[in-house]
């Protein structure tokens, strides 16, 4: 036996930790995408050795870890180190850092793939560095790596249910607190289930059409 | 297309000096101790067999190719080096000096989300800073000169190769340069495509604009350029103007170059 009618009294709870799971996912793909293009820029444009050196043991060490112990590490670790944050301070940190190297690589590879041609036009020219960069590269990057942007951003929806475990009151957390207080475990993990599915599906159309839109003129329309 | 009207405007031609100019790639040295005078106002056409170092040459010119050693001026003023054998020049020096230098690549190399329009718009408002609605005017007035007045809304792909080519043109005059530097501006192109191409850049040198062209076209070389220069293994083998070099060469390596290419071109008919 189902009983929705739990939902007359968990629903507004529920509904809060929806708006933070949302909240918490664009900050923090906001957050790891900006972290992640800087980190592609040092790493293209900064040739000194120990700071190439730096930044691959970054992203190594935080693609080689966890992100529940990364979190943990920054909610239950870092204040014996002086560094005190709340939950959604220490979420948000964490999902930006976790995300930045995946984003990084995207990037990098994204900017790699501009042909040299097309920059040369503009240095022949005589634009700056940053104009190049931003009216050139970019925009001619963003085309290429628009797929991998959209993927990566839609695996980090899912990650944010593991912001619960350092009590962010976020979908999952609500939930399960939903859980624990009625047993009705069928109820709120097919409600879960489904709003992800549904953010998921509205992130990926959005997607599509960005795509869509970043592309038009690659297609050949008469 | 000499009826058509003025590309440029009022050209103020600049000339080039090489002195002793070498490159090196590691231990493979590309350009071996290259002096040349760019005459203003005249077509100066590097020929040679690929590899020979006549497009490295080319972009040494603008410094999108380093030197290593040597001088190149364009005017009086030292390209690249802050004195010859000194340190880099500085970035916004190396830019300003370009600005008088415009040049056409071999792959057109337009940018590709931007229309016809604004990809010679942009640099003249990025690079000039000239309002968006005058760089817009000045744009169309450019396109509609190099005879793509009703393809100004294209982007590139929606173009065919001359026409791209007859708009990375227009991007680099409408920057109002004093020399202009050509690298293969044909060999990317269709057969039938050439023509156009070649047309726009006779009414340039007929304007009396400094152009520096690597190519393959000998017929150009023969009929445009005042002088003709002919490279081979990063060497200057010979110089002279067409009648010198094609009718009358001296040189044994120049003479198997030309009688090569006349082969495979009396073999296509």
Known sequence: ?222 | MTLAPSLTGTVNPASARLENVCKFYGEFQALKDISLVIPPGKVTCLIGPSGSGKSTLLRCINFLEEYDRGGIWIDDRLIGYETVGGRRMGGRALREMRRDIGMVFQQFNLWPHMTALQNVAEGLERVKGIPRARAHEIASEALAKVGLGDKTGNHPSRLSGGQQQRVAIARAVAMQPRIMLFDEPTSALDPELVGEVLGVMKQLAAEGMTMVVVTHEMGFAAHVADRVVFMERGELVAQGSPAEIFQNPGDRRLAAFLQGYLERNSLEL
């Open chain 1, 1 to 222: 036996m189902m009983e929705f009618d739990l939902f007359r009294e968990y629903g507004p709870a529920l509904l809060r930790g929806l708006s933070v799971t949302i909240f918490c996912w664009i900050v923090g793909t906001a957050c790891a995408m900006a972290l992640g293009f800087v980190l592609a820029l040092v790493q293209r444009g900064v040739s000194a050795r120990p700071v190439q050196w730096i930044l691959r043991a970054y992203v190594e060490f935080i693609r080689g870890t966890p992100f529940l112990v990364q979190l943990f590490v920054l909610y239950y670790g870092a204040p014996m180190l002086g560094l005190r944050l709340d939950a959604m301070p220490a979420g948000l940190l964490g999902l930006t850092i976790y995300g930045s190297p995946y984003f990084a690589e995207i990037f990098r590879a994204g900017l790699n793939a501009v042909p040299v041609g097309q920059i040369e036009a503009a240095r022949a020219m005589g634009f700056a560095p940053a104009t190049i960069l931003r009216r050139i590269m970019i925009p001619v990057m963003l085309v290429s790596a628009l797929p991998a942007l959209v993927n990566f951003s839609i695996i980090l929806t899912k990650e944010t249910v593991i912001l619960s475990m350092i009590t962010v009151p976020e979908i999952m957390f609500e939930t399960q607190t939903m859980m624990a207080e009625t047993f009705a475990f069928a109820e709120s993990t097919l409600v879960l289930a489904l709003f992800f599915w549904v953010f998921v599906e509205t992130i990926s159309r959005i997607g599509r059409r960005l795509e869509r839109r970043a592309t038009h003129y690659l297609l050949d329309r008469s």
